[in-house]
């Protein structure tokens, strides 16, 4: 992980500040990096502060090969999903618990949060806002970052909560050094099959040996708007692709009764990359909103956070096979 290093005045970290108007508790890293993962309870919590352990286990199964989603340190699905895809991957009985087996394989020595030095190109390619209107999308030169906080939470895979929670004193400029968690190098390996599992809002890439090589919590389609049904194949990959919005051939959004191009970008509709599918119009793809995965319809694609679609974008190949199932669990077949 480039610029980062492993010493912070905790000065610096010294002030509240507030989300929504109501003070939240400020996180520090020695937090984090001291949880313990087994003193995690079973009871989910509400909206609220970040947990210093749930931080720590979102970390890990990052690292794992089995993707929680947004690193938000918040209790939920994805975190249940993501324990699930581990206990899969190490052949362990899948319930999503976190039990004291899989908690000590998932541990380790590596820090979990490391500070970063916030570089120019950081603060580079940044746009005031994102409207919602497609026609107004359009009319933009590119759908980038609206901040550099968001830039680094992308690029961490952490909730933009967290980042202000690590860092509330911070104006990431240039030269500024912050928090982020360091969620490893991207999964390496060759995916001969994917499954796409409607029923766990999940996709699980195998290798050709059938073993299981990452797991990603997903948007598959929507009621009004379901995704395909059986096998279907990888057809290509384009990267930071431009959007091209046909309300005849696939939805409407808000008055827009036209063709239109939306510019590349992150915060585009797809995101970062876009993985095609021989069913035409479909894909799997990145999200300009990646807190909303699994909680939040598509328009029948598949959506993953804009990181995971990227990294399973590197490890496929035109013919791999995307096969729609419904399923209980991520139990590899």
């Known amino acids: 992980m480039s610029s980062m290093k492993t010493a912070l005045p905790m000065s610096l970290l010294a002030l509240a500040f507030s989300v929504g108007g109501a003070a939240a508790r400020e996180l520090r890293p020695e937090e984090i990096n001291t949880a313990s993962i087994a003193s995690i309870g079973t009871e989910k919590s509400g909206p609220g502060d970040p947990d210093p352990a749930i931080v720590r286990l979102q970390v890990l199964l990052d690292r794992a090969g089995s993707s929680p989603g947004v690193i938000d340190g918040l209790s939920g699905e994805n975190v249940d999903k993501a324990v699930a895809g581990f206990e899969a991957m190490n052949n362990l009985p899948v319930n999503g618990r976190l039990d004291p087996e899989v908690a000590s394989r998932l541990e380790g020595n590596a820090p979990i949060v490391e ?130 919005y046909d309300p005849k051939r696939n939805f409407k959004q808000g008055k827009n009764d036209k063709v239109l191009t939306i510019p590349k970008g992150p915060n585009g509709p797809v995101g970062t990359v876009w993985i095609d599918l021989t069913e035409p119009t479909y894909g799997i793809h990145g999200t300009p909103e990646p807190k909303l995965i699994d909680k939040v319809g598509s328009h029948g694609c598949v959506r993953l956070t804009n990181w995971d679609a990227e990294e399973l974008a590197d490890m496929v190949k035109p013919g791999v096979l995307v096969d729609f199932v419904s399923r209980s669990s991520a139990t590899p077949k």
């Open 115 to 244: 500070s970063y030095v916030v570089s120019a190109e950081d603060a580079a390619g940044l746009v005031d806002k994102i409207p919602e209107d497609y026609g107004e999308k359009a009319k933009m030169q590119s759908l980038g970052y609206t901040s550099v906080a968001e830039k680094l939470s992308e690029r961490f895979h952490m909730g933009i909560d967290l980042v202000h929670a690590l860092n509330p004193a911070s104006q990431f400029a240039p030269g500024d050094t912050v928090w982020v968690v360091n969620p490893g190098p991207p999964r390496e390996g060759k995916v001969k099959r994917i499954e796409a599992d409607r029923k766990t809002g999940q996709v699980l890439a195998y290798a050709a040996d059938g073993s299981l090589l990452a797991v990603y919590p997903a948007t598959i389609g929507s009621e009004d708007n379901p995704a395909p049904s059986g096998k279907h194949k990888v057809k290509g990959v384009a990267r930071m692709p431009v959007y091209r």
